[in-house]
């Protein structure tokens, strides 16, 4: 909860600090800097990805962690308002696009339930982590962890089963069969 309540903070001074709320786009300066002519704001991704780019893909994870709609509307309104840029020159795109293939493919919500440190989790975490799945929420707890009013929307109500290192696989918070298996979780994966 501690990382989630840090995440959260962070978004919200981002949001608050570089987001024109008129313009419906995230500037490279805060407000809270000095006055110039001109507020810069970089569209195009080079080398290192231009801040609005990084900053709309943040928004799309969390909304999926938290289940907060507003970082993902202000993400779209970000997401339009930058796609003629982008659709022109999508070779200086790299980070957009991947917000924009994150947005329209659905990714993969995927719980833990189990002590983070116990060999069997780390061997369903080995299956998770082996395959290139982009488009992927991760978000884990220990059974301790587990209530009805978990801030995680995803880790509600998700047990263990007979108290092994539980995975569910999910898209919009509807999960496949919880698996304890390597190789069952492997086959959810491949789907």
């Not at 795109?93 to 060999?119: K, N």
């Not at 982590?129 to 209530?147: H, Q, T």
């Not at 108290?163 to 918070?173: F, H, L, M, S, W």
Request: proline share 7%; aromatic share 8%.
């Amino acid at each position: 909860n501690h990382w989630l309540e840090e995440a959260r903070n962070l978004t919200d001074s981002m949001n608050s600090l570089f987001w024109d709320e008129s313009e419906g786009v995230f500037y490279d300066t805060g407000i809270d800097h000095e006055s110039l002519l001109i507020r810069p704001r970089e569209l195009l991704d080079n080398a290192i990805p231009c801040g609005s780019s990084v900053a709309v893909e943040v928004l799309l994870k969390l909304s999926v962690l938290t289940g907060q709609e507003e970082y993902r509307m202000r993400a779209m309104a970000a997401l339009d308002e930058a796609g003629p840029t982008f659709s022109q020159f999508p070779s200086g795109a790299g980070r957009w696009l991947t917000a924009v293939d994150f947005y329209l493919h659905q990714p993969a919500e995927i719980a833990i339930s189990g002590p983070r440190h116990d060999p069997y989790t780390d061997k369903l975490m080995d299956v998770i982590y082996g395959r290139y799945m982009p488009n992927k929420v991760i978000a884990g707890m220990a059974e301790e962890d587990v209530l009805g009013s978990h801030p995680i929307p995803l880790l509600r109500h998700r047990t263990q089963i007979r108290g092994q290192p539980t995975v569910y696989i999910c898209k919009n918070y509807v999960c496949t069969m919880p698996t304890t298996d390597p190789g069952i979780l492997a086959s959810q994966l491949d789907l």
